[in-house]
Structures are given as C-alpha cells and as structure tokens.
C-alpha cells in the first residue's frame, strides 16, 4: 500500500465494479415471466420484452433451460386471478 492511500481506493472501486457486472447479470440466469402476446410478438418481430421484474430484452433462448427469476415470480404470484 502506497502512502498517498492510492492502492486501497482502486481495489475499492475495482470490487464495486465486480459487483456491478455480477448483479447486472443476475437477470441473464433466469427465464421470465412476460405476457403472451407480446412475447409471440417479439419472438417474430424481435422486438424488446419487458418482464415482470423490470428487465428489457429481445428473447432469443429456450426458458425451459433456466429457472424462474424470483422476482417475476413473486410479482406474478401477488397479481389478480384472472
């Protein structure tokens, strides 16, 4: 460690970034929930798709090789019956 504090404030700011990348790819894990039509519409037009829980994505992979995002699923969970 230098004198100045150097070395401590850029393996700070390096594991804030880690951190970052990890919770930003949280959301790649897992299959999400997304109202039918318009996942039939982004899965012909290739059109962006908003989750339950906030992500934005054109779907392009098969849910079934993933589990559940939580957080879609409480939110799905806490809606109406319909």
């Known amino acids: ?3 100045s504090g150097t070395d401590t404030i850029v393996r700070e700011e390096i594991e804030f ?3 970052l990348r990890f ?3 949280d959301h790649e894990r897992f299959s999400h929930y997304v109202p039918k039509d318009k996942l039939t519409e982004a899965l ?3 059109t962006p798709v908003i989750a339950l829980c906030g992500k934005v ?3 392009s992979r098969n ?3 993933f589990p559940v995002c939580p957080m879609c699923k409480e939110v799905f969970e806490s809606l109406p019956p319909q």
């Open 1 to 3: 460690m230098s004198e």
């Open 17 to 19: 970034r880690e951190e």
């Open 23 to 25: 919770e930003d790819g």
């Open 44 to 46: 012909v037009m290739g």
């Open 57 to 59: 994505w054109v779907p």
């Open 63 to 65: 849910p079934d090789k």
